[in-house]
């Protein structure tokens, strides 16, 4: 599950028929009281809202009708009460017929740059959808769902990542990291440890091999086009969890590379996974090889929730600086599936924040189930 994109396009006839009543009425409005009204007062000026009005909500066709009927309603007015001729009702139709092509040029402008801000968010979501690929419901006796909130929504991909593989040895294998730094680099960056980590993930024989592959296509990836002085002054790295959850046998093992530990949900218990020893984030660590890398070995029984996250949801930050007590509100959804606890949590999360995060957010819910 994860935020969807909304695109708003600009209105239609049929889509909210209500609103159109609005600028109808007004041009009524006007014209009865204007004609009935005594010979001093005059209320046509007002007609020029009707279009003002109809540019929040409808796009260039339906403002420039209301435009006309505007200018319309101003010539009968001066019709029926014998002022067409006068220079004041005739300045006053000029101004309201300039007023409606000024309102129909900001339509068709507004509703130009709305389909190129919609192409452009459907390319990104296009592209999150290869990068950050949907995780699967189930894969052997697990149930998963994965959460991801850009810190910008428009912008719908970010430098956190998570992905599942599974292996020929009945297991699955996760990731989850956070790269780091931010734009376009950052995403470059993701999905080049997204692509190593799936190429390599169902085939490699350990977890440590797997770390150090990662870390190599990493470095190697980010380094080969720079200078040693470059390569001295501006290092890329991602923090990451690689974890392996055997089908058969209740433990979950794994390698934590710079990155906030995981969470076990038993019951209402909340345990986090912290192992011995973190190793160096992903693109720094790779000079030790398959030795320097410990895997720890944790409990994961049937029932139990694994809760994997980004540094984006323990940071993020009300309007008075505290942190997201993440440990304190996820043991109140222990008995939720994966998706259900994931929506409650991101809800909660946006409250926290008043919806602006300052940082990208990923999680992933993995639930034991019986085999």
């Known amino acids: 599950m994860g935020r969807r994109l909304v695109f708003r396009g600009s209105w239609r006839p049929g889509h909210a028929p209500v609103l159109v009543v609005i600028p109808l009425a007004l041009i009524v409005t006007v014209c009865v009281v204007d004609v009935l009204a005594p010979p001093d007062i005059h209320l046509g000026p007002l007609l020029v809202a009707a279009p003002a009005i109809t540019v929040a909500f409808a796009g260039a066709r339906l403002t420039a009708v209301m435009g006309i009927l505007a200018v ?11 002022t067409l001729a006068t220079a004041n009702v005739q300045t006053q139709i000029a101004a309201l017929f300039a007023v409606s092509a000024v309102c129909v040029a900001a339509c068709v402008v507004r509703d130009r740059h709305e389909r190129q801000l919609h192409r ?4 990104a979501a296009a592209a999150q959808s290869v990068l950050l690929r949907p995780l699967p419901t189930h894969a052997g006796g697990l149930h998963i769902a994965g959460l991801y ?29 956070d790269v780091r730094g931010n734009g376009l680099a950052a995403i470059n960056n993701a999905a080049l440890l997204l692509g190593a980590f799936r190429a390599a993930a169902h085939r490699q024989a350990t977890l440590p091999r797997l770390a150090v592959h990662l870390d190599a296509a990493f470095r190697w990836d980010t380094s080969q086009w720079r200078s040693g002085a470059e390569q001295d002054t501006d290092e890329d790295f991602a923090t990451a969890v690689l974890l392996d959850i055997p089908d058969h046998d209740p433990v979950v093992h794994l390698i934590a590379c710079g990155h906030p530990p995981p969470l076990v949900l ?15 984030p992903i693109g720094l660590g790779g000079a030790f090889g398959v030795a320097g890398y410990d ?23 009300d309007r008075g600086g505290l942190f997201y007590p993440l440990a304190e509100r996820v043991p109140q959804w222990a008995k939720e599936d994966p998706g259900e606890l994931l929506r409650l949590l991101r809800n909660d999360l946006l409250a926290h924040v008043h919806d602006h995060l300052g940082d990208d957010a990923a999680v992933v819910a993995i639930r034991r189930l019986a085999t």
Do not use: C, M, N
Not at 120 to 123: I, Q
Not at 266 to 280: F, G, I
């Open 149 to 177: 909130l850009p810190a910008v929504e428009e912008a719908a991909l970010g430098g956190d990542l998570y992905a599942v593989a599974r292996t020929a040895d009945h297991s699955t294998r996760l990731l989850i990291g």
């Open 295 to 317: 895997v720890q070995t944790f409990p994961f029984e049937v029932g139990d929730l694994l809760l994997l996250y980004t540094d984006g949801v323990v940071e993020a930050r």
């Open 266 to 280: 038993q019951k209402d218990r909340l345990t986090p996974l912290v192992p011995e020893a973190s190793h160096l």
């Open 120 to 123: 452009v968010r459907s390319v």
């Open 72 to 82: 319309a309603a101003q010539v009968l007015i001066g019709i029926l009460r014998g």
